[in-house]
């Protein structure tokens, strides 16, 4: 059940994070924003691919997302106290990143249990 919704919306959370980047850079001029959001992006698009395409890999790209959704909830976090707890973009991000972890733990979890299941 998990698996299937991270499969909908994991490579979605990747282009909402490449975008993000893209227009801090445009509206801040903010390389590290850009660099960011491009390479975590990348990460978690191709995340969000395997979980979906690859039944091989699906461990593996749950396991990516999550590890781009902790780093940037980090990140996150600390530009949002810099801010002054300015909730646009990076409150919207921070829920979006914590969706995503959920969502991820979750259906590691479940398919562990599956998997438990099987070879009983």
């Known amino acids: 059940m998990f698996t299937e919704l991270v499969q909908g919306i994991g490579w979605m959370y990747g282009m909402f994070v490449i975008t993000g980047g893209v227009i801090g850079y445009l509206q801040a001029g903010s390389t590290t924003s850009l660099y ?3 390479v975590a992006g990348s990460i978690a698009v191709f995340g969000g ?3 979906k395409k690859s039944e091989k890999f699906v461990d593996i790209g749950l396991k990516l ?3 781009v959704s902790i780093g940037l909830l980090f990140i996150f976090q600390r530009r949002l106290q810099e801010t002054g707890f300015k909730f646009m973009p990076l409150g919207f991000m921070m ?3 914590l969706g995503i972890l959920v969502l991820s733990v ?3 979890k479940e398919r ?3 998997s438990d299941q099987k070879n009983k």
């Open 36 to 38: 960011t959001g491009i």
């Open 49 to 51: 691919i395997l979980v």
């Open 65 to 67: 997302l999550s590890a």
């Open 95 to 97: 829920i979006n990143s």
């Open 106 to 108: 979750l259906s590691l």
């Open 112 to 114: 562990s249990v599956v």
